[in-house]
């Protein structure tokens, strides 16, 4: 993560359009924004109980040996159902292979950006005008798949997103 906020060079005690009427209008804008990215969440898949009947409800399944990550990935197969394996009988006697948080969730990236200006009304007296841009570039952030392996029907289908663009203007009087 990384955030910036850069006056922008023009209006009174700039370096351009610095006196004047001219200087009065297009002065005082500040330029922000935070640049957010990430690699994926691990995930926990499901857990089958207390098969083992050892007092622990957290026991999982079983690794097949085969990658959990498919050849042609993409939003309808995220992840490799083959991979494990919920049905072993010996389940019911022992706890699986399976490890915790088997899965890593989508990374992400996004940029958030800020346009605002302040206005000298009197000495002591501000206005302040703020423009918002959440998710600016309006990219399609994934939220996790679902990692019910024994579930095949939504196993590693991405379904939903986190929040698209907003934007939100804000008017501040101080004094």
Not at 12 to 36: E, P, R, Y
Not at 119 to 135: V, Y
């Amino acid at each position: 993560m990384t955030s910036f906020v850069y006056d922008l060079p023009v209006g009174s005690g700039k370096a351009f359009v610095n006196h004047g009427v001219a200087a009065a209008v297009i002065g005082g804008w500040q330029l922000g924004g935070i640049v957010t990215a990430y690699s994926g969440l691990p995930a926990n898949g499901p857990s089958l109980g207390d098969t083992a009947r050892v007092g622990t409800l957290g026991n999982a399944g079983n690794y097949t040996g085969v990658s959990p990550i498919p050849a042609n990935r993409d939003n309808q197969h995220w992840w490799n159902a083959a991979a494990f394996d919920s049905t072993n009988p010996a389940l019911s006697y022992q706890p699986g292979n399976q490890g915790r948080n088997p899965f890593y969730g989508i990374g992400a990236w996004t940029v958030n950006g800020s346009l605002s200006r302040n206005i000298k009304i009197r000495e002591s007296h501000r206005f302040n005008m703020r423009l918002d841009a959440f998710n600016a570039l309006n990219k399609a952030n994934y939220n996790t798949p679902s990692t019910n392996y024994q579930s095949p029907t939504t196993f590693g289908i991405i379904t939903s997103a986190k929040t698209m663009r907003q934007l939100q203007l804000s008017l501040k009087y101080a004094f």
